[in-house]
């Protein structure tokens, strides 16, 4: 029973990996296991029985989280879109511009998906629209059905890292840190991972051309009347929005000079950015309407459709990350923001009706559902975990080994990639995360980089074969029997599972490539973050000190004078009339105020961070 008593955490955590291997539902597996453990223990005296009395409270807080409301908020906003055409309308403009390259569709298909992952943060949304829009066309064109499959699944996990991604929403909240802050430190990482993508794929065309043929002329439908593929107007378009949008960047300064008729030196990173892409958009958005409204003939077919529809998802995504990175909106009040402007977009292009909402609404209720029952487990069990000194087991056996910061982070990247084979990422942010964050804080680990590390490293559970989330959603809408094409009317073979599980092993690797550069060079992350801005406590004190002594800081010759005291009564003690009578204990009994001030206050360091 004392064995019992002494290893209490580690046999509920063991418990616990019982539940799940059964095949129970996680959020039951996590309940029922911090129910069954906590009596027991109050039972066994591990822990008194007031521990389950603080219960309520904590589902009460669940309950009463403001920043969990984004979930249903994004969720809704990519469904909406998704349901609204949006994808359909991208993958086949970008389609049409990357096209005559070899392994423009792959690429198209990436773009694309960084674009959805921006605007929906969904990946079931994103993997099945783009399996049911881009496959049967890269089939049909000779692709390579392990490349094809391949860069489907991972393009669309893509929206589990580039904000607003509903993991970074959640890892946000288990760690205890800004959800604002999460998106800024995801962003750079989650568009190299695409550049790592790109990357590969042009490896592919160069080294493997047959693998990503370009597309045949007769399928480029964007083209002129005199056979022109019109990219020249594309390119000017492209050219002056960029060149907006620089000098926004370089002259943001002036720009809240003017404004706020001050001199304003330094503008935030995130800001120039965000301002200076809104600004070239829009530029872009004003020469195409111009163009289409006195019909002026200045832009090419290709140039137009790429304009209207590429602008007003980057206007959505501008709308909802720019007014959170500036701090105008909280994630929450961004979701609901983009949610209203997905409705607007949807019904504006007449492509959503009330049966679609509903469908929309529908599924997102599912989700938040699905979220607060695994969110309620989790907290039941984390209760009685950490009432039987659970934390400190974890921390205990993380810190104790080797290689300190590196070698906790290499264990623990490795401990995920294996458990994701099992446990998708709401799961692990729900058991896991809990564990490890306090350990990862009092090592030193900055709390947003390990976040972030950890949200790429569970990316890597959507491609996991055989377990992988994303390859699931792949097979449902892939080919699984012959068919023949409507445009070339080719008998086309069917996609094999065992294809889509060996075309998700190079980016699988190249995931955890991007782990790996995330450990080495934390400053990817951190760096995008607002800095800590420090405070130097002795000028504050010296400031303080001569505001007090100084018959010009608007405080009087003597700050402990009565209205009925002469100014001059600055030395005078309790006893002395007219003056405040200060207590003499505690150093309060120096004749000079100042004095017994800074001796109050004590010795504060030289400098601080705020």
């Known amino acids: 029973m004392d064995f019992i008593v002494t290893n209490y955490a580690p046999i509920m955590f063991a418990g616990l990996i019982v539940f799940l291997l059964l095949g129970f539902p996680v959020a039951f597996s996590l309940g029922a296991a911090g129910l069954m453990f906590g009596f027991i223990g109050i039972e066994l005296n591990v822990f008194p029985s007031s521990v389950m009395a603080w219960l309520p409270q904590r589902l009460i807080g669940i309950m009463a989280n403001d920043t969990l409301l984004a979930v249903p908020f994004f969720t809704l906003m990519g469904l909406i879109l998704e349901r609204s055409g949006m994808a359909e309308d991208l993958l086949d403009t970008v389609g049409q511009v990357f096209g005559p390259i070899r392994g423009g569709l792959a690429l198209a298909v990436i773009f694309v998906g960084a674009l959805l992952a921006a605007t929906t ?58 959800v604002g802050d999460m998106y800024k430190g995801a962003f750079i990482p989650g568009f190299m991972l695409m550049g790592l993508y790109v990357l590969w794929v042009a490896c592919l065309a160069i080294f493997k051309p047959k693998m990503v043929p370009a597309l045949p002329v007769e399928a480029r439908i964007y083209r002129e009347a005199n056979g022109n593929a019109g990219y020249t107007s594309l390119i000017v378009v492209m050219g002056l929005s960029t060149i907006v949008a620089i000098f926004l960047a370089n002259h943001m300064a002036d720009i809240h000079t003017w404004w706020e008729g001050k001199l304003v030196t330094d503008v935030a990173t995130d800001e120039k950015i965000v301002t200076a892409m809104c600004g070239g958009t829009f530029i872009a958005f004003v020469i195409a309407s111009i163009n289409r409204i006195f019909k002026l003939g200045l832009l090419s077919k290709l140039a137009e459709r790429v304009t209207f529809v590429l602008i007003p998802p980057l206007l959505l995504i501008f709308l909802v990350l720019g007014t959170i990175f500036l701090g105008i909106a909280t994630p929450t009040e961004g979701g609901a923001m983009g949610a209203m402007a997905a409705l607007i977009m949807g019904f504006a292009r007449k492509r959503l009706n009330m049966n679609l909402l509903k469908q929309a609404l529908g599924s997102t209720t599912k989700l938040a559902s699905f979220v607060m029952f695994i969110m309620i487990g989790a907290t039941t069990f984390s209760l009685v975990f950490q009432a039987a000194d659970g934390p400190k087991w974890v921390e205990h056996l993380l810190t104790s080994l080797p290689g300190g910061q590196t070698g906790f982070l290499i264990v623990v990247n490795i401990m995920i990639f294996f458990l994701a084979f099992f446990l998708d990422y709401f ?113 504050v004190n010296e400031q303080m000190m001569n505001q007090l002594g100084n018959a010009d800081g608007g405080y009087g010759d003597n700050p402990f004078a009565t209205p009925d005291a002469p100014a001059d009564a600055g030395a005078a003690t309790g006893s002395d009339a007219g003056a405040v009578p200060v207590p003499a204990a505690e150093g309060y009994g120096s004749d000079d105020p100042a004095k017994a001030l800074q001796d109050s206050l004590g010795t504060a360091p030289a400098a601080e961070s705020k």
Do not use: C
């Open 121 to 178: 943060g969904v990946v079931a949304a994103s993997v099945i629209s783009m399996g049911l829009i881009s496959l049967p066309i890269m089939l049909r064109y000779g692709y390579d059905r392990r490349l094809a499959s391949g860069v489907i699944a991972a393009s669309g996990t893509l929206a589990q890292i580039i904000p607003p991604s509903l993991v970074l929403i959640l890892m946000a909240d288990q760690l205890g840190k800004s």
């Open 427 to 539: 799961e692990l942010s729900f058991i896991v995360v809990p564990l490890l964050g306090p350990v990862a804080d009092k090592m030193g680990i900055d709390l947003i980089w390990f976040g972030v590390l950890l949200a790429v490293n569970m990316q890597t559970s959507f491609m996991h074969p055989p377990f992988g989330f994303a390859l699931f959603f792949l097979r449902s809408v892939a080919p699984d029997k012959q068919y023949v094409d409507r445009v070339t009317h080719k008998v086309i073979e069917p996609v094999t599972t065992m294809q889509i599980y060996k075309g998700a092993v190079p980016f699988v690797l190249i995931q955890l490539v991007m782990v790996g550069v995330l450990i080495a060079f934390p400053g990817i992350v951190t760096g995008a973050l607002d800095k800590p801005v420090a405070v130097d406590m002795q000028k």
